[in-house]
């Protein structure tokens, strides 16, 4: 009984502890990030932590102490937790590592790293709590997104950059993730997702030229797309305001893209084709042949100056598994120094034998976008963007949605679909104390 009351008095000294320190954080300037969290690591009888964001192309996972070394994406234990979302916890005679992803919404933005003698999973989930405060102030920070960069960046860039989303959105039964380069030297492609109650929105643009002015009609569509979205106007209107503001704005300027809608309850897919390379739809590990392909309409800006046009919607059914893909023609017509163009076989091909190997969708198209990359010599000649959806619904829901019933949820997080990428959606907490339990068993 004298050793449940310690172990209560000793809880609730780190509860107190953390809130503290939490608070403290939410105050703190961002450079001063790093200290505080060790300092908390080591106020919960840690040895130390230590944040790890990852870099703008994915390919190292960069601390936010200045004075700790990077690492690689693609060969360390951290880059595994990064590479699988899932914790990773390593034994040395001197004690353990635990390396655990850190996700902001369903994008993976890191990994903390904890050390200690000895690794507690009570304490390893409190600290991780600090973690957040770097995704609350990420976004608002110069230093981190500073501390993310490689490289200078072109002021087009700067500028569709502050526009662009998380590279990945999502819920329990869909993802949609993205990935764009040069990731420092944008023209005038972009991508945009974001989820409405039960309705994905996704779209892809391509804006003609590759200076501030294609990065600017970029922007303005973008924004033209999200005002009339947030006015809850369909696809129609909302290619006619796009259409409207281009010809007022910027008469000369034109973009191609794809806008999407997904029913995540019903898998019902409506998308318009604004003069962009369709759609593509992987079933069953292959692609379905002009499944998503339609007449061709103008690209937007176009309709004021050739007459009126009327854009017309097209409507499927995915079934679930299907990955719905987004692209460019800067990634099918990348070509290497012989020539050889990377064509869109082996662009699909790429996804497929990713995805059937297990790999979540935000590191398939990262080490798609590596492949590009490599065949054209890292320095393409033309924007390349990607964007994949995949939907892997909970069937009850969508067999009462599709009964005008209301969908029973017994838990917020309780069905586990059958994708690699699912125990992100299932309490993050949960899977990490499944981790740690098991690790804390075997010791």
């Not at 191609?256 to 003069?275: S, Y």
């Not at 739809?281 to 061709?296: D, G, Q």
């Amino acid at each position: 009984m004298a050793d449940e009351d310690d172990r209560a008095a000793a809880t609730g000294a780190d509860e107190r502890l953390l809130e503290q320190l939490l608070a403290e954080a939410n105050a703190i300037v961002p450079h001063r990030l790093p200290a505080l969290v060790d300092r908390c690591a080591q106020a919960l009888g840690l040895d130390s932590a230590t944040i790890y964001l990852a870099d703008l192309q994915q390919h190292l996972l960069i601390p936010l102490d200045e004075q700790t070394d990077r690492l690689p994406v693609d060969s360390s234990e951290a880059s595994w937790a990064y590479r699988t979302m899932s914790p990773r916890v390593h034994d040395s005679q001197g004690g353990g590592t635990a390396w655990l992803p850190m996700v902001d919404g369903a994008e993976r933005i890191g990994v903390l790293g904890v050390r200690a003698g000895v690794l507690d999973g009570v304490r390893l989930r409190r600290c991780r709590i600090l973690a957040t405060v770097v995704t609350s102030k990420r976004t608002y920070s110069d230093w981190l997104v500073a501390r993310t960069r490689t490289q200078p960046t072109t002021l087009p860039t700067e500028m569709l950059r502050a526009f662009l989303p998380p590279r990945s959105v999502g819920r329990p039964g869909v993802i949609s993730t993205a990935v764009l380069e040069p990731a420092y030297a944008l023209g005038g492609d972009a991508f945009d997702h974001s989820m409405t109650r039960n309705i994905l929105h996704a779209d892809i643009f391509d804006a003609t030229g590759h200076d501030l002015s294609s990065g600017l009609t970029t922007a303005m569509v973008m924004a033209g797309c999200r005002n009339a979205r947030r006015s809850r106007a369909d696809l129609p209107n909302t290619i006619e305001a796009v259409d409207q503001a281009l010809a007022e704005w910027l008469p000369e300027q034109s973009c191609t893209g794809v806008l999407c809608r997904l029913d995540v309850d019903t898998g019902t897919l409506q998308w318009c084709n604004c003069g962009h390379p369709p759609p593509l739809l992987i079933r069953n590990e292959r692609v379905l042949e002009h499944a998503l392909e339609s007449p061709p309409q103008p690209p937007m800006g176009l309709p004021f100056r050739l007459g009126p046009t009327h854009r017309e919607v097209h409507e499927t059914t995915l079934e679930p598994g299907d990955r719905v893909l987004l692209y460019t023609d800067g990634v099918t017509e990348a070509r290497s120094e012989d020539g050889e163009v990377f064509g869109r076989d082996r662009f699909t091909d790429f996804i497929i034998r990713s995805s059937t190997a297990g790999q979540h969708p935000s590191e398939v198209l990262r080490l798609l976008i590596h492949a590009i990359l490599e065949h054209q010599g890292n320095d393409l000649s033309d924007d390349a963007t990607i964007l994949l959806v995949e939907w892997h619904p909970d069937t009850r829901r969508s067999q009462a949605a599709s009964h005008n019933t209301p969908a029973v949820h017994p838990e917020r997080f309780g069905t586990r679909a059958p994708s690699p990428w699912r125990d992100h959606f299932a309490a993050e907490t949960g899977v990490i104390r499944k981790e740690v339990d098991e690790h804390d068993e075997e010791r």
